[in-house]
Structure formats: structure tokens, C-alpha cells
């Protein structure tokens, strides 16, 4: 098991501290590992021991611990009572006790102070952990013109602080739990408590402890495939955030969020597929312009989905065609099938985001410039290409890049490429059968128990025109009925 194992499956805390001293060095390698410290003391003649990860702990930290538990022996002469005298002299802000060594074990690998005392069958835990990593920053995925600049980091800890700097809720619950029987990562649930359906809390509660693997070293991800089995399917069923104010926007529709130590995102549950496609900009900008965003997006989404299937069909049938758009289609069909044109132009693209996300960001400009002119331009002259291939190509990757959710995009990607080879197979047959085929496969996909079309199938009329208008936040005092939330109402009661 590797969340939460019983208790009466433990080994007890040692009274012996010679005992403890070995049971350590057998465990995490005590004198073996060079980042596991160990410090041995005595205090009113009795042997206390501490341990814990020398690039997990402030240095100073450590040192006026340290100081406390020696300046003991100069003020205090009770050696029966020296439990409670080391816990009155220990100053900070979380101490706890333990009575197993597996859990000590636990605290300590994680950033922990562990303080065993001879003769004494409990261990105190001090939290002292301060992780490395960067400061927070906007996240580059999400960028808004106006608005917070500050995101997520590597830091579970630092994370939920973000959070409730923004929800200062009673209600606000973060639970920490381990996945991993290695790796033994921090993961955390967030939401509030009389908002969330307690059920959705309960099966990703449940989810996360019947975990049995050895590590997740790719954090939310690997995770992500235990909670919302997805097997081959492409589109994403959870939606990733580095924005705390989407966070928070979520945590008050009644979401269930998932914070995993190492990873800057948060994970939300459950979403639909438009969910996808909402960005932190639309609320930061009037509703007007909010919903003018909102649908230049939505085109951009169905642009990068449709626009090179149905041109690629217009191309072999111009019959297709009213008189007034007969100058669609390619003039010069190049020396290759122009179906072959448009994939081997969808993979040139696809080197391109690869080749940007590994070259240095000085020499990426350099990059799009080779890639513009000289591979685009000589692969026309060559008549590689059309130009026509080139224009709609481009504008489909753009709409690629439009859509707010990477993952989204990659998948609408795919299914892009998919309905290409069909359109040019079967005609228009296979182009309206590929769409209805990805429609209804949208449709029997949820996440979660929750549909994935949602609110447009199954329809609500309501969610629609919230899904389709930026609407005025004092009009949108309800929460969406698709995460029953045990809160319907947004906006709070008036007092009598």
C-alpha cells in the first residue's frame, strides 16, 4: 500500500535509542547519505538524537534548535519530566508527536525534523522544511494583459498559500496525503467544504489511496492516469492551471482541486471540454469585450480543428463550392497530392514547436526566422508546396495556438489529422462522418461521472449562454449544477 498504511503495521517507536540509531541507518542510510543529518546530544544525561535532510532544512533552523535543546542542560534539572520540557522549549510554529518509526520516516524525508529521546516512546516532528525552488511568476502559458503576475510554483506548501491568500474561507480544506511507496509524494486536496460535493471528495480521496505504485517521479501526470483512466484517448479530462486566481475561481464553483509536490500546476476535477477553453483574460476585460474574446477563441478552437479537412474537401470537389467561392482551392497543385502536402506541412509544423521548446531562447527568434523564410519560401519556389497549403496551414496552427489548454490543442490536433486522411479517402461522406463520429465520441467521454459536452449535451439552456457570454459577475450567482455543488447560490445570505 503506499498512501496510508495501519497502524498496528508499524514498527513502534523505540524506546532504545541505540535502537533508533539503527533502525536508521538501516532505513534511509544514516552515515551512508550524505544529505540525511544526524546530530546526538545530551541533555540532563540522556541521549537525544536528531535527523533530518540537510537540503531540505534551513541551515540556521537547525543551528537554534540546536541551541534550545543544549541551553536545557544549563536552566533545567528535572530529567523525569524532559519530554515536556524539550516541547515547551521547541518555538515553532508545528510540532507534532509520532509513535511510529515508519511515519517519523515519512516527516523526516519530507523536509522534517525528527527528535527521539532515550527511554521515551514517542517522537517529536518540527516542521522546519523550506524547499528550493523559484519565486513565484507568471506562468507562461497563461498570460494575461491585465491581472495578477503571480503563478505557481514548484512548492506544494508555497501553493496553497497562494490559494488562501486569495480565499480566506474558514471552509477552505487542504489535506495532505503520500503517493508512492518510494517517492512518498506530498499530495494535497483542496476545497471548500460546504461548497464541494462530498461524494466527488470522497472517490478521488479514495482514488488517491488505492494507489500502488513505487514512485511518480512525472508528479500530477502520473497521478492524473490513476484517478481518470483514459487508456488512448487524446483529449484531456482534467484541466491544468498555474493561475491561482483560476484556482480560486474553481474552488468556488465547488471543483475539487489537486496540488502534487514538484509540480507547478493544479489539477481540477472534474471539467468538460469547455472548460478547456475559458481564460483568466475574459475576466479581466468588460463582459463585451470579455465575450468578443470568447468568440474569437472559439473560432480560432474550430478553425484548428476543421478549417484544413473541409478546404483539403473543397480542393477535390469544387462542385461543393457557390459561384461566390470559387477562388478556394489550390492554383498550383505543386508536385505531390495536395492531402500529402497538407500532413507533410501538419508534421513541419509539429518539428518546429518541438525544436522551439529545446532551442535557447536567444536563438528562437533566429529559428522562426529560418523557418519562415527560407524553409516555407523555398519549399514553394521548389513547388514542394502551394501556397494555398501554406496559408491554411498556418492559419490552422494558429488557431492551434489559440486554444487555452495545451493539452486540448494537441488533441484537437490529432483529430485534425485524422479527419484530413478521411476527407481525402471517402470525400464529403467521410468529412460529415468524421465529424459526426468525433462528436459523438466527445460525447461519451466524462470525467468523473461528468459529461463531457456538458452543457451542450446534455443541454442547459442556462450554462450555454454562460458558456457562450462573459456574463457580469453580480449575474452570475449560481454555481454550475454539473459539480453538485451542496451550495447552489454564490452569492452570500443577508442577514436579518
Known sequence: MTLTRTTENQQAVMTDIKKVEKYMEDNIGIETSFDIGFRELIILKTKVDLYY??????????????????????????????????ENRLVHQQIERVKTMDEAVDQILSGLVAVFIDGWKESFIIDVRQYPGRTPEEPDTERVVRGSRDGYTENIIENTALTRRRLRDTRLRHEMLKVGERSKMDVCLSYVKDIADPELIDKIRKKLEEIEIDGVSMADKAIEEFLVPQRWNQYPLVRYTERPD??????????????VDTSPSAVIFPTT????????????????????????????????????????????????????????????????PIVLQIIL?????????????HTPTPLSTA???????????????????????????????????VTPSYELS????????????????????????????????????????????????PFNAMAMVHIIFRMPTPYSNTRPSIVHPANDYRQPMKKS
Open 410 to 457: 494537441i488533441a484537437n490536433k490529432l483529430f485534425s489529422i485524422l479527419l484530413i486522411i478521411v476527407t481525402a479517402w471517402f470525400g464529403l461522406p467521410g468529412f460529415t462522418i468524421g465529424v459526426m463520429v468525433h462528436i459523438l465520441f466527445l460525447v461519451k467521454l466524462n470525467s468523473l461521472e461528468t459529461p463531457y459536452l456538458w452543457p451542450f449535451i
Open 345 to 357: 506541412a501538419e508534421i513541419g509544423i509539429e518539428f518546429l514547436r518541438m525544436a522551439a521548446i
Open 246 to 259: 483560476v484556482v480560486s475561481n474553481h474552488l468556488l464553483e465547488g471543483h475539487v482541486i489537486m496540488f
Open 53 to 86: 535532510v540537510t537540503g531540505l532544512c534551513d541551515t540556521s533552523v537547525i543551528q537554534e534548535v540546536l541551541e534550545m535543546l543544549i541551553q536545557i542542560n544549563d536552566v533545567e534539572s528535572n530529567r523525569r519530566k524532559l519530554p515536556e520540557i524539550i
Open 367 to 401: 529559428l522562426g526566422l529560418i523557418a519562415a523564410v527560407l524553409i516555407g519560401q523555398i519549399a514553394i519556389d521548389v513547388g514542394l508546396f502551394s501556397p494555398e497549403v501554406i496559408l491554411y496551414v498556418a492559419i490552422s496552427s494558429v488557431g492551434t495556438y
Open 273 to 336: 471540454f469547455f472548460h478547456h477553453l475559458q481564460h483568466a483574460e475574459e475576466y479581466r476585460q468588460t463582459p463585451a469585450v470579455g465575450t468578443f474574446i470568447r468568440w474569437i477563441r472559439f473560432l480560432g478552437v474550430f478553425t484548428s480543428m476543421y478549417l484544413l479537412s473541409l478546404w483539403l474537401l473543397f480542393s477535390i470537389d469544387p462542385t461543393l463550392l457557390p459561384n461566390e467561392l470559387v477562388f478556394i482551392g489550390p492554383n498550383e497543385e505543386g508536385n505531390i
